[in-house]
């Protein structure tokens, strides 16, 4: 959560970094703010609310080559001006931007800035202040290393000092941050979309490092001084990856490139000969195995169940799934010989990384699948299996969703192959099959708009049922619905409903219904009976082939384990328009933010 970008070389800095924050919006976006810095000193411009209310508060004849920004996911203190990034020390030396949270800040506050007023209640400000305090007969780089080794907890800083005007310091811990390198200028930024519109060449900075930018040199050192070299590489990624273009939302965009996703995963996951594979090493960790532990949360949580499907039933290798939050502190008897997977689109969520940093400590082995390479959980994983979705920017996860549950159909049909047993399809052109489906879905989005009218109008609550995979895809289909529409949804085992939950059924309440799965088809119809007698209003989405008169949406058919890719379209399609016609935030809803860097 909150993104921070700096900029210092030549141009006016203001507009590069507004720039920079509206491509980092997606990670906070309660309050933001910049500190701009000239021959007057520095100037801090900070607001409540989005990137386009601090465009506002700007003031147009501020110029200046130096400058650090942020936007802003409240942890420390209520979204306000006031707990507004950047933050001061007492003299007004020192201005820095955080990214993180620092656990022991009582503590620091009180062992060393006895005295010193603070002015918000943020976290953050105890590092500023600490730093003006040992700056007192140190250079700033000591003081700022000095300080860096007393906090406890993440953090990426940017930090201007006004009377070294040709530097910015940074660092970090536990929070991404990357420099991006340019002629006669550099940049630094949570994230390489941000700064993307000066350059593609970055230099990825590890825990507990602090670097001194100045506009044509980077000096990375450790936290003892020493002086570390490391390598630049060049982002792979396009400005239009990360635009919206003609479309009105990223979720929207994000929807609609799904069936270009499921090809090019078959392409990066094809060798010469066209043949799938995936790193022999990770085939043979799997191999080794004796239960896989799936660990994620939210969205990748719920591609994990899907996933212990595929490697059970197609590779035979048993499997549980576990929330990120809850394994951290409530750790299950472990087999002997287990594997971890984390599935995480971001590569960032704390809560998946608390847990991977206990499995390291205990030894175990660990494989992450991820969107974003080189993010700090793929970092710290011993393998890595890419998602290729592009970017994902909607608050809302959707293609990073489907290109986890086909990167994970692909290993477990790998998997399979490689230990012998019987895979009766061939994963490709099923993966094919998919893609076209999810393109007749994608292009039926009036039809998915009228759903929405229909259900969800005016209604204050909605259930979303299904067995076996089918509960799976209704557990997504809710949480879509209700993180971007705000209406009370929730997923539920279509045999579950009548152990306590029909009670809420009411005249009209929408009912959800997927039926995708042959062998557990005439049940699910028992359960949308047990419903509509109660006065519920069904919305069936059935597969080709298993529909009856009446059902709302026919999904074309597909692989009866790959229904999972399919059948979540018109549920991310109708949440999209429920969202739309409430007049919400569709990209950005409240209280949410992208990227969950915070435990
Ligand atoms: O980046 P991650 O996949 O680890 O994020 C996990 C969840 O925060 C995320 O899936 C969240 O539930 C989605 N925004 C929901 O659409």
């Keep these: ?201 970055y230099i990825e900075l590890h825990d507990q490092e602090m670097v001194i930018v100045k506009k044509d040199s980077v000096e990375i050192q450790k936290l003892d001084g020493s002086i570390v070299g490391r390598e630049s590489y060049i982002a792979e990624l396009d400005l239009s990856d990360i635009e919206k273009g003609t479309y009105p939302h990223y979720m929207l965009k994000e929807i609609d490139e799904q069936p270009a996703v499921m090809r090019k995963i078959i392409q990066a996951y094809q060798n010469e000969q066209d043949e799938l594979e995936i790193d022999d090493a990770i085939l043979s960790a799997i191999n080794k195995a004796d239960r896989l532990y799936i660990i994620a949360a939210g969205t990748s949580y719920h591609a994990g169940l899907v996933g212990k499907e595929y490697f059970e039933k197609i590779a035979g290798i048993p499997v549980e799934v576990h929330i990120a939050s809850e394994f951290g502190y409530n750790m299950p008897l472990l087999s002997e010989n287990p594997l971890f997977i984390f599935i995480t689109q971001s590569g960032e969520t704390a809560d998946s990384r608390q847990v991977l940093v206990k499995i390291k400590k205990l030894g175990h082995t660990t494989l992450t699948v991820t969107n974003v390479k080189g993010s700090t959980i793929s970092r710290e994983s011993d393998y890595t299996l890419l998602l290729h979705a592009g970017p994902e920017i909607a608050v809302a996860s959707t293609k990073a969703y489907t290109a986890q549950i086909a990167v994970l159909a692909i290993t477990a049909a790998l998997v399979a192959k490689n230990t012998g047993h019987s895979v009766d399809f061939d994963i490709v052109q099923e993966i094919g099959i998919v893609a076209n489906a999810m393109q007749a879905l994608v292009d039926s989005k009036e039809e998915m708009e009228q759903v929405a009218r229909d259900f969800l109008a005016t209604t204050r609550n909605a259930f979303f049922i299904g067995r076996n995979l089918d509960f799976c895809v209704s557990m997504e289909g809710a949480l879509k619905l209700k993180e971007i529409s705000y209406i009370q949804a929730e997923g539920f085992a279509g045999g579950e409903l009548k152990h306590g939950t029909i009670a809420l059924i009411e005249d009209g309440t929408p009912v959800f219904a997927l039926a995708t799965q042959k062998a557990v088809s005439l049940n699910i119809r028992g359960n949308v009976k047990e419903v509509v007698a109660r006065g519920a209003n069904p919305c069936i989405i059935a597969m080709e082939g298993m529909e009856e008169e009446g059902d709302t949406i026919i999904l074309p058919k597909v692989h009866p384990l790959l229904t999972p890719l399919i059948s979540v379209i018109p549920l991310q399609l109708i949440s999209y328009y429920a969202s739309l016609h409430r007049d919400c935030d569709v990209d950005k809803p409240r209280n949410l933010a992208k990227s969950v860097t915070v435990e």
């Design 1 to 201: 959560m909150c993104g921070i970008v700096g900029y210092i070389g030549e141009l006016d800095s203001k507009e590069i970094l507004l720039k920079g924050l509206e491509k980092l919006e997606y990670r906070g976006y309660d309050s933001a703010g910049i500190a701009v810095r000239n021959e007057d000193g520095v100037t801090i411009f900070k607001e409540k609310g989005r990137i386009a209310d601090l465009r506002l508060a700007v003031e147009d004849d501020v110029h200046s080559k130096t400058g650090i920004g942020h936007t802003r996911w409240a942890t420390h203190g209520v979204p306000n001006q006031i707990n507004a990034h950047p933050h001061q020390s007492e003299s007004g030396r020192y201005t820095l931007v955080h990214n993180g949270v620092i656990e022991n800040y009582h503590i620091l506050q009180k062992e060393h800035l006895q005295g010193v007023e603070m002015k918000s209640d943020t976290d953050t400000e105890v590092i500023v202040q600490l730093l003006e305090k040992f700056s007192n007969g140190m250079t700033t780089a000591e003081a700022f290393r000095h300080t860096l080794s007393l906090l406890h907890g993440s953090y990426a800083i940017a930090l201007l000092d006004s009377e070294e005007a040709q530097t910015i310091y940074v660092a970090k811990n536990k929070s991404p941050l990357l420099v991006g390198l340019g002629e006669d200028f550099n940049v630094v930024a949570s994230d390489a979309m941000a700064m993307l519109q000066v350059t593609n060449e």
